[in-house]
């Protein structure tokens, strides 16, 4: 079955610890999206890539690291520069051509600083 | 400032009856809005979508109507069912095909 997989479901961390949120897919989709959701806010768009070993910031970059070596994998790194980290984080990923195409996204990681 | 707006936090409607959730927007270069379904602790999933050169989609009980001239969207669901209860998001396609513009998200609860 294609689909995306984040591991872990959910995610206790110290403050002062980086944690990595992993993410998956085997639908061959070059484009892949973390986002953030807060309570009572859209989604909003942490990094994207487009393809293979290259990525933009979106609009809430600062406090988060990713990277691309491989097609089907586009991990988040969360690091201790992000100051409000506690949220549900959710990847996504679309074929060539964006959102007008159907998009996947995982089920999701709920990381709670402790 | 939010570009996309859906102003009812939540929204309540008995069983067998019209859902009928709104979207607003502020910038007229949007091209293709997307509605997404989202059950708690899962990540959404896409719904319906309507390009900008439309004004109705139509994909059984879902119904997607766009009025340009008032940056106005609205999601119907004909008839509603208690699956139908979870958050739905709108989302906006600006001239970039590859970022998403969200809504803040409604919560739809359907009563039996």
């Known amino acids: 079955d294609g689909g995306i997989t984040q591991s872990p479901k959910y995610l206790f961390r110290k403050e002062g610890q980086n944690v990595t949120l992993s993410c998956e897919q085997n639908?061959?989709?070059?484009?892949m999206y973390w986002y953030r959701q807060d309570p009572g806010q859209g989604l909003r768009l942490i990094y994207y890539?487009?393809?293979?070993?290259?990525?933009q910031k979106g609009d809430i970059a600062e406090g988060y690291s990713v990277s691309r070596e491989k097609k089907e994998s586009f991990p988040l790194t969360v690091t201790s520069a992000q100051k409000n980290p506690t949220a549900f984080y959710l990847c996504a990923s679309t074929e060539v051509g964006g959102w007008n195409t159907e998009a996947f996204f995982g089920q999701g990681t709920r990381l709670t600083v402790v | 400032d939010q570009q996309v707006k859906q102003n009812s936090p939540s929204l309540s409607v008995q069983e067998g009856r019209i859902s009928i959730l709104n979207c607003d927007y502020t910038?007229?270069?949007?091209?293709?809005f997307l509605w997404y379904k989202k059950y708690p602790a899962e990540g959404p999933t896409f719904l319906i979508s309507?390009?900008?050169i439309k004004d109705k989609n139509e994909d059984g009980r879902f119904t997607v109507f766009l009025n340009k001239s008032a940056k106005h969207l609205s999601l119907h669901i004909v008839p509603s069912q208690p699956g139908d209860s979870a958050v739905y998001f709108c989302a906006a396609i600006p001239d970039s095909n590859y970022q998403l513009i969200w809504g803040a998200g409604t919560k739809l609860i359907i009563k039996p």
């Open positions: 639908l061959n989709h070059d484009a």
């Open positions: 910038n007229s270069m949007f091209d293709y």
């Open positions: 309507i390009s900008s």
């Open positions: 890539s487009q393809i293979v070993n290259d990525f």
